[in-house]
């Protein structure tokens, strides 16, 4: 695949850092080189893939500042398959006040660190913070594309209106390229009406950007960073790891689409029970502008619920 993504949105609590740790996880299990970056100063992906952030020697922080090479900050994590972690903590604050202080090429510290490493990776994904500032613009440059979790609530509407922004903002000045990988459903619960109204909006706005793949709320995956490993390596069986390997199949197959190399969907459908289908009638392809993002209002008319077994495994 050879891509980086950026897992951004400007909302907290809507399941970034979960998704970063447990799609890192699920696509290292299908033999994939992945490289996980944490640029958050909180340092949860850190921690949710069981490494002790306090304890760092080496992370983020000294990366960005030129204070040391990628390759040397990098921690090998071996749960199941594994993945490569690049750890941060809350030295990043510092760092990011120091980014500010510079005169040009502040935003491009993340891109020129992580080129020497690029082709070593099928997959780069970069946890950003939950704000709009120079750590997040630092993952934004660097990406090919951005992957927004999305929790179906009206400040989540808010929130995408204002990455969406900054998205076009970085296109126009410093990397052409960025485009959107996808809109995750995160925390969804079927039998909400206001989750399946938000969710009728964003298909009708962003089309097949919006992954089929859906995200529930999902006990163990709130309970597993707690135990340092992602859901896939602390119940595999859950609603929450078998989903988020039906995303990663979801990915592969979108990238084999895309490349002309489409197999047989029972290679890449790991989990095509956690998939839900997109209306027919949202097939167009276009991401919104933030114009129209921001016409989404909360919903007027309840959708009918979705009628689905309450299981919290």
């Known amino acids: 695949m050879k891509r980086v993504i950026a897992i951004a949105m400007q909302k907290g609590g809507v399941g970034k850092t979960t998704t970063a740790v447990n799609l890192a996880a699920s696509l290292a299990a299908t033999k994939r080189r ?24 080496r992370s983020t922080c000294e990366v ?8 040397d900050a990098l921690v090998r994590i071996e749960h199941g398959a594994g993945y490569t972690l ?12 120091r980014l500010l202080t510079l005169p040009i090429g502040r935003e491009t510290k993340l891109r020129q660190a992580l080129a020497p490493k690029r082709n070593d990776f099928d997959l780069v994904l970069i946890d950003c913070p939950p704000a709009l500032n120079m750590l997040t ?69 962003f089309g097949d950007k919006v992954f089929r793949t859906v995200i529930p709320r999902n006990i163990r995956l709130a309970e597993a960073p707690s135990f340092g490993k ?48 997109a209306p027919a009638a949202a097939t167009a392809a276009t991401a919104a502008s933030p114009a129209e993002v921001g016409t989404m209002s909360a919903p007027v008319s309840a959708a009918p619920a979705a009628q689905a077994e309450d299981r919290t495994r």
Do not use: W
Request: aromatic residues 4%.
């Open 64 to 71: 960005l500042l030129g204070e040391c090479l990628l390759a």
């Open 86 to 97: 690049l750890p941060a903590n809350q030295d990043l604050t510092a760092a990011e006040v």
């Open 34 to 57: 992945v490289l996980l970056i944490d640029m958050d100063p909180q340092g949860n992906t850190t921690m949710g893939s069981g490494i002790d952030k306090s304890q760092l020697e």
């Open 137 to 205: 613009v630092n993952a934004l440059v660097a990406a090919d594309s951005v992957l927004i979790p999305m929790q179906c609530e009206y400040y989540a509407l808010e929130g995408l209106s204002a990455l969406l922004s900054t998205v076009e903002q970085i296109r126009a000045a410093v990397n052409p390229q960025l485009a959107i990988e996808g809109v995750l459903r995160t925390m969804f619960d079927p039998r909400n009406n206001l989750a399946n109204e938000v969710s009728a909006q964003l298909i009708a706005h």
């Open 230 to 277: 992602p859901a896939l390596f602390h119940d595999k069986e859950s609603r929450g790891a078998l989903a988020y390997l039906a995303l990663a199949g979801e990915m592969i197959r979108r990238e084999e689409e895309s490349s002309g190399l489409a197999r047989s969907s029972t290679a890449t459908d790991l989990t095509p029970s956690t998939t839900h289908p």
